[in-house]
Nanobody
C-alpha cells in the first residue's frame, strides 16, 4: 500500500497563499488517482482536487479559480497550490490515493496537515 506524507500546512491570513505537498512512497504515475481532501471541524471530509494518472484534473467548485494541483513524477510529489484563501478554507488537509490492482480498489490516506486561515 502506498504511503503518503503531507507537509506545508500552517497559519495564513485571509487573501494569502500556501502550498501543500504530498510525497508518495511509489511512482505517482502508477496511481490511478491522487488528490487532496479536507475536513473542517464538525463537517464531513470533502474532495478538494484530484488528478488521474493521465493528468486529468478535477477541482471542487468551492475552490475553483483559487486552488490548483500539480505533480512531479520525478520526485513523486503532488502539490496543492492555494491562493486567495478564506477563513472557510480552514481544515485538516489530507492526501489521498486510489489504486486499482487485481480487480480491487485500494485507498491510502496521509496523516493530514492543519491549515488555518485567519480573518
Amino acid at each position: 500500500q502506498v504511503q503518503l506524507v503531507e507537509s506545508g500546512g500552517g497559519l495564513v491570513q485571509a487573501g494569502g497563499s500556501l502550498r501543500l505537498s504530498c510525497a508518495a512512497s511509489q511512482s505517482i504515475a502508477s496511481l490511478n488517482y491522487i488528490g487532496w481532501y479536507r475536513q473542517a471541524p464538525e463537517k464531513e471530509r470533502e474532495q478538494v482536487a484530484i488528478m488521474a494518472n493521465d493528468g486529468g484534473i478535477n477541482i471542487a467548485d468551492s475552490v475553483k479559480g483559487r486552488f490548483t494541483i500539480s505533480r512531479d513524477t520525478v520526485k513523486n510529489t503532488l502539490d496543492l497550490h492555494m491562493s486567495s484563501m478564506r477563513p472557510e478554507d480552514t481544515a485538516i488537509y489530507y492526501c489521498n490515493a486510489h489504486i486499482y490492482s487485481n480487480s480491487t480498489w485500494r485507498t491510502s490516506w496521509g496523516q493530514g496537515t492543519q491549515v488555518t486561515v485567519s480573518s
